[in-house]
T-cell receptor
Framework: QKEVEQDPGPLSVPEGAIVSLNCTYS??????FMWYRQYSRKGPELLMY????GNKEDGRFTAQVDKSSKYISLFIRDSQPSDSATYLC????????????FGTGTSLTVIP | EAGVVQSPRYKIIEKKQPVAFWCNPI?????LYWYRQNLGQGPELLIR????????DSQLPKDRFSAERLKGVDSTLKIQPAELGDSAVYLC???????????FGDGTRLSIL
């Protein structure tokens, strides 16, 4: 079983839709949770960084962490064509050797 | 602030040839990572440095891969000799310290002929 599971998609939505991206994980020692956006031929760009459980909002983006279910989500409101990219989740913990574990990424296309 | 800088952006070589990648992390970032990313996959850690010390190189194929981070700033990743399976994007990332979010460069896209 992989440490982090992420549905690869592809996911295609109309402009203005609410997008939900998800990852599940198996290691309860994970404490730090991140979402990255990666455009084609570019490096991953940090979108959201959260510690432990709860919600964090930044503009149109909301990150949720449910440690009891080992489940994290990224919501994108009022999606735009410029949101078309691959979204990677990542996580780490002090008790996991400070190593980051990445999902495989979900490919998102927002259709104008 | 300037981001993580990597060069070259693209490299095409024949198998069995050597190749080197260079990374300049964000100023003040003590932790530096080298990742390999295959198409449709997430980044896979090759090596992590804390300042000039390699603290996690368990995934680095040491028979052909080597890395260094002299003076705890810039870093170089080398492959010698390259094999067909080494074709991938090699990403460098840095962070202020371990468990802090990482910031990535745009990577070097390596193609082996």
């Amino acid at each position: 079983q992989k440490e982090v599971e992420q549905d690869p998609g592809p996911l295609s939505v109309p402009e203005g839709a609410i997008v939900s991206l998800n990852c599940t994980y198996s290691n309860s020692a994970f404490q730090y949770f991140m979402w990255y956006r990666q455009y084609s031929r570019k490096g991953p760009e940090l979108l959201m960084y959260t510690y432990s459980s709860g919600n964090k909002e930044d503009g149109r983006f909301t990150a949720q962490v449910d440690k009891s279910s080992k489940y994290i989500s990224l919501f994108i409101r009022d999606s735009q064509p410029s949101d078309s990219a691959t979204y990677l989740c990542a996580m780490s913990g002090t008790n996991t050797g400070n190593q980051f574990y990445f999902g495989t990424g979900t490919s998102l296309t927002v259709i104008p | 602030e300037a981001g993580v800088v990597q060069s070259p952006r693209y490299k095409i070589i024949e198998k069995k040839q050597p190749v080197a990648f260079w990374c300049n992390p964000i100023s003040g970032h003590n932790t530096l990572y080298w990742y390999r990313q295959n198409l449709g996959q997430g980044p896979e850690l090759l090596i992590r440095y804390e300042n000039e010390e390699a603290v996690d190189d368990s995934q680095l194929p040491k028979d052909r891969f080597s890395a260094e981070r002299l003076k705890g700033v810039d870093s170089t990743l080398k492959i010698q000799p390259a094999e067909l399976g080494d074709s991938a994007v090699y990403l460098c990332a840095s962070s202020f310290s371990s468990n802090q979010p990482q910031h990535f460069g745009d990577g070097t896209r390596l193609s082996i002929l």
